[in-house]
């Protein structure tokens, strides 16, 4: 079963590269600065638990991190009934269920079903929007703490794959997926709901699927200039353009 967050559309071989061990110092430097990217993420992620629970905006001692929240709090805040940091898989026939998270990223149905992907969502609301017949919806967002952008709502599989679930979870009518950029105050959200049954949800499940069944094996290809680990030049199958 592989996570949410490492669902490939083209090449699941990036996968295997970022969990071997930096072997050159730009390797050992770039590692050194995602851990710490993760740690100020870690920090943002606990300090909207709080928020969430406390009804108050709390100080933290990382000034770049409190700016975040502070420019967060000029457009958002926690609302009754939003869900946070919630552990959600798909099964093979795309129903989605709850699960465990005994690990970081190890992720168990509560029922025990076999899972073809999941993954934490950040945040999970359920609406009525009015102008849709007032048709339930559920919004998921993805807070995106690190310095570079990523695809966006409509062509993100993490995003689409746990708003699928947490859909059939909540037994919605359809759902919107929204993912803030915490350094720039900037939200990539859906400009319509995906309604469930419709051709756009048939094909992005399909989408979810085929990358989730993606094996591990390097497949080069155009899509390799948009590769981290070929930038890096650490996968030796790339064809990245001169």
């Known amino acids: 079963m592989i996570t949410a967050s490492a669902l490939k559309r083209f090449c ?6 970022s969990k071997l ?11 050194a600065r995602r851990d710490a990217a993760a740690e100020k993420g870690s920090l943002f992620h606990a300090a909207i638990e709080l928020w969430a629970k406390g009804g108050e905006m709390p100080q933290v001692h990382d000034g770049e991190v409190q700016g975040w929240l502070d420019l967060l709090a000029t457009t958002w ?12 898989g798909l099964r093979p026939d795309g129903t989605g269920v709850v ?7 190890v992720y168990v149905a509560r029922d025990g079903s076999e899972l073809l992907t ?3 969502a950040d945040v999970v609301l ?3 929007v009015p102008n849709l017949m007032r048709h339930h919806m559920v919004i998921v967002r993805d807070w995106k703490t690190g310095k570079w952008s990523v695809d966006p709502p409509v062509r993100n599989l993490q995003t689409t794959a746990l708003a699928i679930a947490a859909c059939s979870i909540a037994s919605a009518d359809g759902f919107m997926r929204e993912i803030y ?4 105050g900037h939200c990539d ?17 399909e989408e979810v699927r085929a990358a989730a069944l993606l094996d591990d094996s390097p497949r080069p290809g155009p899509h390799c200039n948009g590769c981290w680990e070929a930038r890096m030049r650490r996968c030796s199958h790339a064809q990245v353009a001169a």
Do not use: I, W
């Not at 061990?21 to 590692?31: I, L, N, S, V, Y």
């Not at 699960?99 to 990223?105: L, S, V, W």
């Not at 950029?181 to 720039?184: E, F």
């Open 118 to 120: 999941a993954g934490r």
């Open 77 to 88: 805040r926690p609302l009754p009934g939003m869900v946070f940091e919630l552990a959600m």
């Open 12 to 17: 699941a071989y990036p996968n295997v590269l």
């Open 181 to 184: 950029y915490t350094r720039d």
């Open 21 to 31: 061990a930096p072997t050159t110092a730009k390797e050992r430097d770039a590692r």
């Open 189 to 205: 959200a859906d400009e319509a709901p995906v309604l469930v049954g419709s051709p756009e949800y048939t094909a992005l499940l």
């Open 99 to 105: 699960c465990y998270e005994p690990q970081p990223h």
């Open 126 to 128: 359920a609406v009525l």
